[in-house]
């Protein structure tokens, strides 16, 4: 996952123009220590979760508060989503087929 200068909350990001090439250098550098220090954590964006599921931003909004079938946490004011919270999300959603005759005994 790449972080974006967009996803960190508002006291951590840089308060005067800060050159890209900075920028960008900064978050190769936390996504690298994200990778070493915490190798199993994968989350997602409202964004990057409608991406995912093919569907807008909104139905994603919606799925989370409206039918509070996914399961999410705040980092500050941003919503983030679990990679385990949405792969099981999905596996809850899926119907039997004709073919899965194992689902249906």
């Avoid at 996504?31 to 220090?37: A, E, F, G, Q, T």
């Avoid at 996914?70 to 941003?78: A, P, R, S």
Wanted: aromatic letters at 6%; a neutral charge.
């Amino acid at each position: 996952m790449t972080l974006r200068i967009e996803d960190l909350p508002e006291h951590l990001r840089p308060k005067a123009e800060v050159p890209e090439e900075a920028i960008e250098s900064l978050m190769k550098a936390l996504d690298l220590w994200m990778s070493k220090n915490h190798p199993g954590i994968k989350v997602y964006t409202i964004a990057e979760v409608a991406e995912i599921l093919k569907c807008s931003e909104r139905t994603v909004k919606g799925i989370i508060h409206s039918k509070k079938e996914l399961q999410y946490f705040l980092v500050g004011k941003e919503i983030r989503v679990a990679h385990e919270a949405l792969s099981e999300y999905i596996k809850n959603k899926q119907r039997p087929t004709v073919f899965d005759t194992d689902l249906l005994q």
